[in-house]
């Protein structure tokens, strides 16, 4: 599986408060999620995000509360791939969980720049630059994971498995 | 090889004479936990799933908390649905607000007697690792592994490698666990102990009370920990007889102790002595000062409570430094005891009367401005000193507000003075 987008570049600690202020958590709704996506950090993001696009960001990503609602919001805004130095261990599993993809490689962390174009395999983990013609080598996920992914989430994952 | 309490306790639950760092396991549960926030999600997902009933009635722990009593509309559609659950699966540990049992969900599974020592917890709510302080393991997880959890009392771990965070000496007047742990995560960072579990020893631990534990046990997320663990002794043992006289009576529990050739990835030692009156000013909760260097910083809102610093203990030791003090008149103090059970023994105790003399709000249990929810949201420009657990930025308001985390005597201080202050200054 490969996805092609335009980067936006966040640095380290980003939390869960700031991916979605708990003001807005009144609702789980995908679409009320998506309008305030990262609204506390970066307020025109939700307006300026395409279909595909990659997020990218430094060590901790996701730190802080286990709200689910922010790998949904984020997934909600078009987002087909963060790339991160580290992500907290929460929301690392929580993306797992909702089916948003996700990449550990701190050296396309650190390389990847705002507005770069960035593709990425998650079945061998290979992260391109196309904007800056630079590759970086990731740790791919087991096929499961991919999995997972690949349904939209583990609840489909299990559907699917089970013949639901 | 030797295995620390965490690996010991998930080996157990796994039915496993073994387990190392880095293995996946599935692991059996004692209880599994929900919010107001985080169970709404997770209805809708066991719904989806076909499932029909929770795995064990007795198990499952809904606790209303977060937007309660309900803030707006859909906060309180978020309450029906999981009252309306709750009452269709005839869930044990739901209560309605107000009730005696009642409070924030960190303070009273605790308090109530429901987790004892060797159990082992997960939440969807990611300050869960409170009840390490009771030789337990717990840890947040999100809202579809609470769906999974409810239906089929099982989840999957991989298992932690190890911190050990060896304490000597005892605190000096007035530093307590929430100074502890805010010292521990300036040291390591807010990604320290990340993917890890810490547990503590010592003979330093003798000057750490439960509810000081509790607390620390609460704020090892902020350091990116998966749970931290302190080892059984009198002070647990005579916590969990009180707590919960019946099951204590049936020893029905089990304590684990770590091997001594246990692996950790890294040791650290502090004396506690050393540690000040600590403060963690914005946005982050490393970003650790002496609270005696911050006294410059004018503050607007004291909050004194939530999951992290709502206890008898806090709330008791609130009431003794405040006993004949105002709150400066440029400051608004909340104080919001973490359960029923304190706020009735506040009562009694005559505490309420000297906070209502003092000048405070009384607010009944709720998570509410922690999380910016309500009941003492922030304006641009605000700054308040709070006993809570996270500083990020717009955490308790607006993106232009403020809030400095301090243990209770700091933000008592900082109520009376109207700027960041220590008791001694009264």
């Not at chain 2, 020893?251 to 684990?256: A, G, H, L, P, T």
Request: proline share 4%.
């Amino acid at each position: 599986m490969k996805v092609t987008g335009k980067a936006f570049k966040y640095g380290d600690n980003v939390d869960t408060d700031v991916i979605i202020p708990a003001r807005y958590l009144n609702s789980s709704d995908p679409e009320h999620l998506r309008q305030h996506c990262m609204e506390d950090i970066d307020a025109d993001f939700a307006g300026t995000v395409s279909k595909g696009d990659i997020m990218v960001a430094g060590k901790n990503f996701g730190c802080g509360s286990s709200r689910e609602h922010a790998p949904v919001a984020i997934k909600a805004s078009g987002i087909s791939l963060v790339i991160a130095e580290s992500f907290a261990r929460i929301f690392f599993r929580n993306c797992i969980n909702v089916g948003l993809a996700i990449l550990e490689c701190p050296e396309a962390a650190k390389a990847i720049e705002q507005g770069d174009t960035v593709s990425a395999d998650f079945d061998t983990g290979i992260i391109e630059n196309v904007t800056k013609n630079e590759k970086y080598q990731s740790k791919p996920f087991p096929d499961f994971i991919n999995g997972i992914i690949r349904s939209g989430g583990l609840v489909e994952y299990t559907k699917e498995k089970s013949g639901i | 090889m030797g295995m620390t309490i965490t690996q010991k306790i998930l080996a157990d639950h796994a039915g496993l004479s073994e387990v190392k760092a880095g293995d996946l396991i599935e692991a059996k549960l004692d209880y599994v936990l929900g919010n107001d926030v985080t169970t709404p999600p997770a209805i809708k997902i066991f719904k989806q799933m076909g499932s029909d009933k929770v795995f064990d009635k007795d198990r499952v722990c809904l606790i209303q908390d977060h937007f309660t009593p309900n803030k707006d509309i859909k906060s309180a559609e978020l309450c029906k649905t999981m009252r309306c659950f709750a009452r269709e699966q005839e869930v044990s540990h739901f209560y309605e607000l107000g009730r005696r049992e009642m409070g924030i969900e960190h303070v009273i599974l605790p308090d109530n007697g429901i987790v004892f020592p060797g159990d082992m917890v997960i939440g969807a709510d990611s300050h869960t690792c409170t009840y390490g302080a009771l030789c337990a393991f717990s840890t947040g997880v999100g809202s579809t592994d609470l769906a999974c959890a409810m239906a089929r009392g099982v989840t999957w771990f991989r298992v932690p490698e190890a911190i050990k965070v060896i304490l000597k000496g005892s605190f000096n007047k007035y530093v307590t666990g929430k100074d502890l742990i805010l010292h521990l995560i300036g040291m390591i960072g807010v990604d320290g102990a990340l993917y890890k579990s810490i547990e503590f020893e010592g003979e330093g631990l003798k000057s750490i009370s439960m509810a000081g534990r509790l607390t620390i046990c609460n704020m090892a997320i902020e350091c990116g920990a998966k749970n931290a663990v302190f080892p059984f002794d009198e002070y647990t043992l005579r916590y969990i007889a009180k707590t919960n006289p019946k099951r204590f009576a049936a020893s029905d529990y089990k304590i684990y102790t770590a091997d001594e050739d246990a692996e950790y990835a890294q040791t650290i030692e502090i004396d506690l002595s050393e540690i000040p009156l600590t403060v963690a000013l914005p946005s982050i909760p490393s970003n650790t000062r002496k609270a005696e260097d911050c006294r410059d910083l004018k503050i607007d809102q004291v909050v004194i409570g939530s999951c992290t610093n709502g206890r008898l203990e806090d709330i008791g030791a609130a009431a003794e430094i405040f006993k004949g003090l105002k709150v400066n008149e440029n400051v608004r103090c909340i104080i919001i005891p973490g359960s029923q059970q304190i706020y009735r023994y506040a009562l009694e105790a005559g505490w309420l009367r000297i906070f209502d003399d003092a000048g405070c709000v009384i607010s009944t249990p709720t998570c509410g401005p922690c999380l910016g929810g309500h009941m003492g949201v922030l304006a641009k420009g605000e700054r308040c000193v709070s006993t809570t657990n996270r500083n990020f930025v717009g955490r308790m308001g607006d993106t232009g507000s403020e809030v400095i985390l301090s243990g209770v005597p700091v933000a008592v201080a900082s109520a009376v003075l109207g700027r960041v202050g220590t008791p001694d200054e009264l």
